[in-house]
């Protein structure tokens, strides 16, 4: 999700590589470069391979399961990502730095698989875990972007708002501008979904300013898709409509967009009385959103289905 993320990961391989003392020179070689590429399925065969040649624990060991840890999380195998945490865990090494990052992945993990207590818990060790860490200090916006989606699993729209300014705030003081701006556009979607589209506004024309005509490819969807249920709740359905239009149109468009822009266009159709076409968006909108587990999204898609298949 994070480019930066991605960037500070990648930069600091070398220098842990470096201190892998018993891994092959081979290992080593594909480790550094499948991260420094972000060939994320080649770490995770690098890492099966590593504790086949060295089951003994070891500070090299709680890095390789680390590195696994992120990789999983990065092509989104929350499953995968679980057990490289308990791999990392049995091997019973401390680490500072490595158990800081797996923690951070395991919160959001356990997020999307549903384990709100467990993502918490996960979310809460990090935090004390990067008290003693300048490194980890400086990766805390993603715990507290993290724990702003985690409260709005639990409904608790205060805490989410709290969490995503504070993550802005530090991705800015990080000159991190893409996940500065997604936190805006989180923030909006927050108040949106509260049905609140005056509390979103100025943050949707701040991020569309910012973006402009260029910009981001996947914020500017993000954008659009607010814009659509902005003037879906403010009850401008054609323009809500033609928004969601030019969303769909993308033939490269992710799975979580597509069942969003999907759901609002769902909406529009219940707002104009036009259930049939509502329960047809909506039956599609759900397909996507159960088979790529986003829970929120399955609710609110229920809901509108549940309304048109009743009248």
């Not at 994070?2 to 600091?12: G, H, K, R």
């Not at 091997?91 to 490595?98: N, R, S, W, Y």
């Not at 501008?177 to 997604?182: V, Y």
Request: include cysteine.
């Amino acid at each position: 999700m994070f480019t930066n993320l991605d960037s500070l990961w990648y930069n600091d391989t070398c220098k842990k590589i470096r201190r892998f003392q018993g891994v092959t020179s081979v290992l080593r070689e594909r480790l550094n470069e499948s991260l420094r590429l972000g060939q994320t399925a080649e770490v995770l065969a690098a890492a099966d391979a590593y504790f086949h040649e060295h089951p003994d624990p070891s500070a090299e060991a709680l890095w390789v399961a680390a590195y696994a840890c992120r990789a999983a999380g990065a092509r989104g195998q929350w499953g995968q990502a679980v057990r490289w945490s308990e791999q990392a865990k049995a091997l019973k090494v401390k680490e500072t730095e490595a158990e800081g990052w797996i923690q951070l992945v395991l919160g959001a993990a356990q997020m999307y698989l549903g384990n709100a207590y467990r993502a918490e818990k996960a979310l809460a060790a990090f935090d004390r875990l990067a008290r003693r860490s300048p490194r980890l200090r400086s990766l805390q916006p993603y715990a507290d972007f993290n724990r702003a989606i985690l409260m709005r699993f639990l409904r608790r729209h205060a805490e989410e708002i709290a969490s995503l300014q504070k993550a802005s705030q530090g991705f800015t003081a990080l000159d991190c501008a893409r996940e500065s701006l997604q936190c805006r556009l989180e923030i909006a979607w927050a108040h949106l979904l509260q049905s609140e589209p005056g509390l979103a506004l100025p943050e949707l024309d701040e991020a569309s300013r910012l973006l402009g005509t260029g910009g981001d490819a996947d914020l500017k969807t993000d954008a659009a898709i607010g814009w659509a249920l902005y003037y879906r709740l403010t009850g401008d359905l054609d323009r809500a409509e033609r928004l969601c239009q030019e969303v769909l149109n993308n033939v490269a468009l992710p799975p979580r967009q597509e069942a969003d822009a999907l759901w609002i266009a769902g909406c529009v159709a219940r707002a104009r009385g036009d259930l049939a076409q509502a329960r047809q968006l909506g039956d599609e909108a759900h397909r996507i959103a159960a088979r790529d587990y986003w829970p929120m999204q399955v609710e609110r898609i229920e809901a509108l289905r549940s309304v048109a298949i009743a009248n």
